[in-house]
Each structure stands twice: as structure tokens, then as C-alpha cells.
């Protein structure tokens, strides 16, 4: 909530005050009013939640409920804010309009009233412009606009036939401000009608606005001015008039360049005072379709602008930044090795000849200045802990951070697009692709974002550099795939240009490769890949095989055996034995997706709720675990093991859920499990052997801590040969004192480092939890080979130190996820927390082992080192002494 100043400072659009309400439907806001004693709110579903606040603190005057109205002819409610008193407008098809008034205090119900309106119907369109609510009908022919009077009881209907020129009205819209005024649109027209409410019914506005305008009306000493803006990509045009007579403002009209980046917006504030060069002023208040909120003095320019688009993250990815100009450099050197020794050699000795060059322009000050990245600091460091984090939210905008500073480098928006919905919990969630990463120099890394079109649903890929945020693809980067999208991953193997490919799955279960170029590698590896999908409504999981189109390989070996005319081609032999011109391998291969198994894991009122498979990313350093008695217990390591969350209802134990372990290339269930009396809020970490979730458990009231660890025995077997056995489980149960919005594992470069859990709290903490706590091995009485293990005894509430809170006093409200990186260091592991609040930081489980302390003495190392040199010297040349003497005796 956020006020407009009229001093002569202008705000800087830091938030003052905050107050995060429930989640879900309770915590949803369904009517805001202001003026300068209070702010009311009214939120919640069917019990609603009207609170009074303090605009300048924050502090909560009053509090009380309301519960809706349960007809089953209610078509919708609408609250509004009128002389200190909270009014609900409840509409009922064919029948009455119920309007009751409270005390906005003390949530006493002063009056209530119906008011006959048998014609309103479901598909009414009203709009509540306080204290009037107008409502779109029909008399016969005739359109007409009914003004209900809500404070007086009235009705007033008046044709609009003449005003349409006797078409039909297509939208009624409500203009916001300080006067009850709506618009109406005729179906296919280019301008919009102004109508003033009045208790005669309406007053028409003298002018035709364009019907694309936004409006605003603000209140000016003792008139009222009617604010237009008119948006393009590269300005918007603000106009001023009076509301009574139609007269243009002069001093308020004007056009500003309008940032790059920024949607389409409409005013939701503005306040007007005169300026000290004469004339008028107004700071006006814009909300846009991308979720960002901008400032504007007019006539003038753009004050503040925020990204609030950042609370409604749905991707992110960590990556790499670019090498510096003078490693780039050394690169290009490298990279010419089929010159040979001799060109080598003179390449090396040019490349010295342009250093020194360069050396000599930059000491006379005229050398080339440096590249953007470098301007900017957007290059690697020797640790790998400066890197970019590309975030994008549901409202279609892709932001590059740096993760250092916290700076917006580029952000992009996408029109049209929006990311894909989770059928079981209704999250949204957009696949995100690194294609080539900023490693493979010339090359520039690639990425791409899978999203559906807003109006086909179709999938539509959206392919950029993620450094500079420039389109990869034309048009705007976006490939529009003319499918919907069922299924999608990354191929671990690159092509020659170190670009990975895409393959999707559309839903008529046929195989997609983006690019084309990485076809042949999808060909070659084809034979070991599988795919899998899960219906969560039904709780059907399927998995696929991936082959060549069988039509292709017989008409091969026809042409092969020279039974077919095309066999004289040796071009189309060599594309259907999937060779090219070089021998390589064709871009002609059709690939097919086979359903090899079908799993059907609930029943009833169950349903999936979760998939989680493991992080790509992750390396396992370890195969096994050394016990006290120096045995060795190896680790079940299955990459394509995936955990299945089911959960339903039953009226002996309510609410239920089940974890599944499922090898989705085989199709085979390998463990499962349930719980019983346990709901939401389920959250899941699956990595190397083990599987960590937390659910709430309603018999007992508190939120629990599952931990599964999968060993195959002190005997490895020979998954090459032989099918993998079943694997020993551990399993532990927990006790967390909070409750769990989401966790993630800290993840390494090279997985030598302990793994840790990073807890988000509802109370704002991010709880770093150790492994050694939750190990489901952690006996009751300890052994001295467990001692010696470093097991310590099992305590069924994990302790939650001040220390361990990674945020410290900053709390982090609302959070949907955890994303961990590696960094250049093994010890160090990059933490990014996102939702309403963003928090980033690094982590060092094992400690920073690899890394110096800040007090080391580096002057002491220095003087023993050279001590010792200096001693080693005159120690070898007094030897050399004493073996000379020796020899001569």
C-alpha cells in the first residue's frame, strides 16, 4: 500500500510499512479504500476479514469478521467505503440487491436493505462506482443502463441507444477517482462513451475518448480533472480536461519517453497541487500489465520505477559470467591448434606484438575502450563467486541480476505468454534450459524458456543470451513450436557447437527436437533415453522409449538390398541409414516416442501432488559410506530414481499421503511408504541416496521431518549385468518447532562437501540444518563404531540455533523457493531465496577448507618461507663444504 506525497521531495518508492496477510483465498484482497485517518481492507473467502490500518504507521486499528452470504443465486459481492462506513453489495439472480452498512470500528451491522431488481441476471455486467452500482441491459431492443442508488434505494434506467447510434454496448468499465463515472463500449468501435452518475441516472461526458485510453479522475480545488494517458512502446501521452465541460488543460498535456521494458499501464493513483511556475502538477501513479508500479510527475518525467513482476518468480538459473578481454584473448590463441606448430608460433608471436600495443595506448591514454561486460564488472572472477542470476516471473518478464550487487543489468518483457499451471497445486512453474553456458568461448551462452501462448495454449520457446538478454531467434527470439507441449528436457550431450538440445514431447505423443542441429545427437543417443510423464488427476505415470520411426529403417534396407528404385541414390541411402555427406550422422532421422510402462498409483479421491527427481547438476563424490569397523556401506545411486507425492481422503484416517520411489526407466516401484493423518504443506529434497520431506501431521499438531537413506549392502553389484537389487532403507522421523515453506540441499562443485539443508521458516528465517542431524542412522544408544562414524545419538526435535539462520534480522516473508549453485570454490555453495522478498548469500558447510582465513599472517608465511629458503641455501652450499674437505683426506 503505498501513498502519493505532495511535498517538494519526491519519494524515492521505498516501502515504508508492510503487512503480509494469510495465504490462499483467506488472505486474498478483495476491496482497498484510503483517505488520511485509515485504510480499510477486506479479505478472505467465505469468512472475510475487514481490517482498519493506520496509513502512517502501519498499525492495525481494528479487525473483524463478516460471513458471505451462501444463496446459491448470489452472482458476485462487492464492499465499498462511504462516510465511515463499510458497505457489502450481494447480488441475487432474479431477485434483489441486499446492501448492508458496518461500523468500520467495531463491525457493527447498522442497516441492511434489499432493493427489487428481478431483471438482473447472471451474465449482468455491473460495475460499483460509490454510491451508485450500474448494470447493462436490454429492454426489447433497446440497450439500457440501470443506476441503482445504493444509499437511497433508487433505480434509474436510461436508454443508451441514442448515444451507441443504436449499437449494442460491448464493455462497461469503471473510471477511477474521485466521482462516480463509467464508460461504455459499443462492440467494434474505436471510442468509448463517458457517462457521470448522478441520481437522475447519467450525464454524458461532451467528447468521444479513443478506446484504448486509460482514465483517471482527480479532484482539483473546487473541479474535477479528468487524466488520459494513451500508451505506446516508446512514449505515453497524458492528457488533462475538466470533467464538467470537456475543456482541455493546456499545462497538462504533454508526452513522456516511456521506458523500455515496461507493459502497458493504468493509473490506480493521483494527486494534483498547483506549481510555483503557475499552473498545475500532478504525481501520478501507474500499475502495469508486466506487475510493475512507476511514479510520474506531469507534466515531467518518471520519478521512481519498481519491478514488483520480482515477487512472482516462477524460474531461476545461476550462470556463469563471460572471461575478461584479456582472457578472451588468450582463448582466441588457443583456439587456432590446426595451424600447426609453426602458425602457432606465429600467432603467439603476434598476439605479443598486440599486447604491447595495447600496453603502450593505454599508458598515453588512447587506447580502446573496454567492452560493456567489463565497463560494468560483469566478468568471472578467479573464485567463480561473481555470476548472473536470471530470474523469470509469471507476469512474463525475464530479469538478469548480478548476484554481487543486486542490480537489474536487463530485463525482458514477453507479451502474450504465460507460464505453465501445476494441476494439483496450481503453481506455476516455466521449464528453463541452459543450452551452452559462457564456457564455451567464442560461442555465446544460450538459453531458453519454455512458456504457452496465452489465447492457443500452444508451447512457444523463447531462446536468449542470458548475459546480455539479447534475443537468440528472430522474431524477438521466440519460436513458436504450433503444438502444446506435454513433456520437455535437456540432452546431456552437446553437438560440435557445445549447444544441448531440446526434446519435447507434444500431446499426441510425438517427438520434437529444438534446434535442428542437435539431431543427430538426439538420434545417437536415442536408444538410452526415456521419458516420462504423470497425469496428477488420474495418477497414471507413463514411460516412453525413444527410437527411429521403424517405416524408415525398412525402406532403408530395401534400398540397401537394392529392391527399391531409390537404392541409385547413395544421397537418400545415406539419409536413411541416418549418415551425412561427411559420414556424420543425418539430420533426416525421424525419432518416436514408445510407451514401454504404464503406472497407476492412486485411486479414488487421491491424486499426484509432486514429481521430484534430482538435480542435474549434482555429482556424487562417494560411493560408499565407511562404517566404525572400516566396511564399507555402498550408497543405492540410481539417477533415474523420481519420488512420487500422492496424496487423498478417507473418512478412518482424513487426509493421507504416500511417497513412491519409482525407477521411470524400468517402471518399477522400488520403495514406498505412507502417513497417515497428514497433510499440507509437503515439501521434498531428493539427492544422491537419499530422499528428506516434511509434512504437518494433524494428530499430533506439529510439523515432522521424514529422512529415507538407500544403501545396496557392503557388497557393490554389477547394474551392467544384472538388474540393480533392492535396496536397504533407513528411515528416521523428526520434529521441526516451525513450519516449512520450502527447502532445497546445498549442492558443490564437485560434491566433496558436506550437504546441509536450507529451511525457510514461515516466521522469515532461513534454517541451515546440517545432515549429521537429520541422519536416519542416528541410533538411540550409541556404539563406539558408531561414535567413531561420527553418528551422534537420535533426538526427535531438531534444534533450531539463532546461529544456524542464514538471514540473520532479515526476514524473508512469503518464500515460494530455494535455488543453491556451486561456485569456483568446493567449500562454498551460492544460496538465492525468492518470493515476496528476495535474499542472496553464500554457504560453506564443511567450512571454507579450501579457502585462507581474513587474519591469516600473510607477512609471517612470507618471512618463514624465505627463512627457509635461505637456510636451505646455505645449508646445501656448507654440505657441499664438508663433502669437499672429506674427499681430500
Request: with cysteine; charged share 20%; proline share 5%.
Amino acid at each position: 500500500m503505498m501513498g502519493l506525497c505532495e511535498g517538494n521531495n519526491e519519494p524515492a518508492g521505498q516501502i515504508l510499512w508492510r503487512h503480509v496477510l494469510e495465504k490462499a483465498d483467506q488472505g486474498e484482497i478483495q476491496f482497498m479504500d484510503s483517505d488520511d485517518d485509515e485504510i480499510v481492507t477486506v479479505s478472505g473467502g467465505s469468512v472475510v476479514m475487514a481490517r482498519s490500518w493506520d496509513p502512517h504507521s502501519g498499525y492495525l486499528n481494528s479487525e473483524w469478521t463478516v460471513t458471505q452470504n451462501t444463496n446459491s443465486r448470489l452472482i458476485d459481492t462487492k464492499w465499498f467505503h462511504f462516510q465511515k462506513q463499510l458497505f457489502q453489495v450481494a447480488s441475487v439472480a432474479q431477485s434483489h440487491i441486499a446492501v448492508a452498512a458496518y461500523n468500520v470500528s467495531t463491525g457493527l451491522k447498522i442497516s441492511s436493505q434489499e432493493i427489487p431488481v428481478p431483471w438482473i441476471a447472471e451474465d449482468t455486467r455491473c460495475v460499483l462506482a460509490v454510491p451508485y452500482l450500474a448494470c447493462l441491459g436490454s429492454v426489447g431492443p433497446d440497450t439500457v443502463l440501470h443506476v441503482i442508488s445504493l444509499t437511497g434505494s433508487v433505480v434509474q434506467t436510461k436508454s443508451l441507444s441514442a448515444l451507441l447510434e443504436g449499437k449494442v454496448a460491448g464493455e462497461l468499465e469503471l473510471v477511477g477517482g474521485s466521482k462516480p463515472v463509467v464508460t461504455v463500449t459499443a462492440v467494434g468501435a474505436s471510442t468509448k462513451h463517458i457517462l457521470l452518475l448522478d441520481a437522475s441516472g447519467f450525464k454524458p461526458y461532451p467528447h468521444q475518448l479513443p478506446a484504448e485510453s486509460k482514465l483517471f479522475i482527480v479532484p482539483y480545488e473546487n473541479s474535477n480533472i479528468l487524466l488520459q494517458t494513451s500508451y505506446s512502446e516508446v512514449s505515453l501521452e497524458l492528457l488533462g480536461s475538466d470533467l464538467e465541460t470537456g475543456e482541455e488543460l493546456s499545462d497538462l498535456v504533454g508526452k513522456l519517453k516511456y521506458p523500455n521494458g515496461l507493459g502497458e499501464a493504468d493509473i490506480v493513483a493521483a494527486a494534483c497541487s498547483p506549481r510555483k511556475d503557475k499552473g498545475r502538477g500532478c504525481r501520478i501513479l501507474l500499475a502495469t500489465d508486466d506487475h510493475a508500479i512507476a511514479l510520474i510527475f506531469h507534466p515531467g518525467k518518471f520519478v521512481w520505477i519498481r519491478e514488483e513482476a520480482l515477487a512472482s518468480i516462477a524460474a531461476v538459473e545461476v550462470l556463469d559470467l563471460p572471461v575478461s578481454d584479456t582472457d578472451a584473448a588468450i582463448e582466441k590463441e588457443f583456439d587456432h591448434k590446426e595451424t600447426g606448430f609453426l602458425g602457432m608460433f606465429v600467432h603467439r608471436l603476434a598476439s605479443q606484438m598486440l599486447q604491447l600495443r595495447l600496453l603502450l595506448l593505454t599508458i598515453l591514454g588512447l587506447g580502446e575502450p573496454p567492452s560493456a561486460g567489463q565497463r560494468a564488472g560483469l566478468v568471472r572472477d578467479e573464485f567463480g563467486l561473481h555470476k548472473m542470476i536470471i530470474a523469470a516471473s509469471s507476469a512474463g518478464k525475464i530479469f538478469g541480476i548480478d548476484n554481487l550487487s543486486g542490480e537489474i543489468i536487463w530485463q525482458h518483457r514477453l507479451e502474450n505468454l504465460i507460464p505453465f499451471v501445476d494441476q494439483a497445486t496450481g503453481k506455476n512453474h516455466m521449464p528453463f534450459f541452459v543450452q551452452r553456458t559462457t564456457r564455451h568461448f567464442p560461442n555465446p551462452a544460450q538459453c531458453a524458456l519454455l512458456l504457452r501462448h496465452k489465447v492457443t495454449g500452444e508451447g512457444v520457446l523463447f531462446v536468449f543470451n542470458p548475459i546480455t538478454g539479447q534475443p537468440l531467434a528472430e522474431p524477438g527470439g521466440l519460436i513458436k513450436l504450433g503444438y502444446k507441449v506435454k513433456q520437455t528436457f535437456l540432452l546431456h550431450q552437446p553437438n560440435k557447437e557445445f549447444l544441448r538440445g531440446i526434446l519435447l514431447l507434444d500431446s499426441q505423443d510425438n517427438l520434437h527436437v529444438f534446434p535442428e542441429s542437435t539431431r543427430n545427437v538426439a538420434a545417437s543417443v536415442a536408444a538410452t533415453t526415456f521419458i516420462f510423464t504423470a497425469d496428477s488427476s488420474s495418477g497414471l505415470l507413463v514411460g516412453y522409449s525413444l527410437a527411429l520411426s521403424t517405416k524408415q529403417r525398412e525402406l532403408a534396407k530395401c534400398v540397401e538390398e537394392g529392391s527399391s528404385p531409390l537404392s541409385r541414390s547413395s544421397s537418400v541411402l545415406r539419409a536413411l541409414r541416418g549418415e551425412g555427406e561427411d559420414g556424420g550422422k543425418s539430420v533426416y532421422q525421424k525419432l518416436v516416442a514408445t510407451r514401454v510402462w504404464e503406472i497407476k498409483l492412486t485411486q479414488g479421491s487421491q491424486h499426484i501432488t509432486a514429481v521430484v527427481s534430482k538435480n542435474s547438476i549434482e555429482k556424487v563424490h562417494s560411493q560408499g559410506r565407511v562404517l566404525g569397523d572400516r566396511s564399507v556401506l555402498y550408497k543405492y545411486i540410481n539417477p533415474n530414481l523420481v519420488a512420487v507425492l500422492t496424496q487423498g481422503f478417507d473418512p478412518v484416517h482424513k487426509q493421507f499421503l504416500n511417497i513412491y520411489l519409482v525407477d521411470v526407466v524400468s517402471g518399477s516401484v522400488v520403495f514406498s511408504i505412507t502417513h497417515k493423518r497428514a497433510r499440507e504443506p509437503v515439501h521434498i529434497v531428493h539427492s544422491e541416496n537419499w530422499l528428506l520431506y516434511s509434512y504437518f501431521s494433524d494428530k499430533s499438531r506439529r510439523t515432522e521431518i521424514v529422512t529415507l537413506e538407500l544403501y545396496e549392502g557392503k557388497v557393490q553389484s554389477n547394474t551392467t549385468v544384472a538388474a540393480p537389487l533392492q535396496p536397504i532403507v533407513d528411515r528416521q522421523a523428526y520434529i521441526l518447532p516451525g513450519m516449512i515453506e520450502s527447502m532445497k540441499e546445498t549442492v558443490t562443485e564437485k560434491g566433496i562437501t558436506s550437504k546441509h539443508i536450507l529451511v525457510a521458516l514461515a516466521s522469515g528465517g532461513i534454517l541451515e540444518v546440517p545432515w549429521v542431524f537429520v541422519d536416519p542412522r542416528r541410533p538411540i544408544t550409541v556404539t563406539p563404531e558408531m561414535r567413531e562414524e561420527g553418528v551422534i545419538p537420535y533426538m526427535p526435535e531438531l534444534p533450531m540455533p539463532s546461529d544456524a539462520i542464514i538471514n540473520y534480522n532479515q526476514t524473508v516473508q512469503r518464500v515460494k523457493g530455494i535455488h543453491t549453485a556451486p561456485s569456483g570454490l568446493e567449500s562454498t555453495c551460492l544460496v538465492f531465496v525468492y518470493g515476496l522478498d528476495l535474499f542472496y548469500t553464500r554457504v560453506a558447510p564443511s567450512k571454507t577448507f579450501d579457502l585462507l582465513k581474513e587474519d591469516f599472517d600473510h607477512f609471517l608465511i612470507t618471512a618463514v618461507l624465505l627463512g627457509l629458503t635461505v637456510t636451505s641455501y646455505i645449508t646445501k652450499k656448507l654440505a657441499s663444504r664438508k663433502a669437499l674437505k672429506q674427499a681430500w683426506k
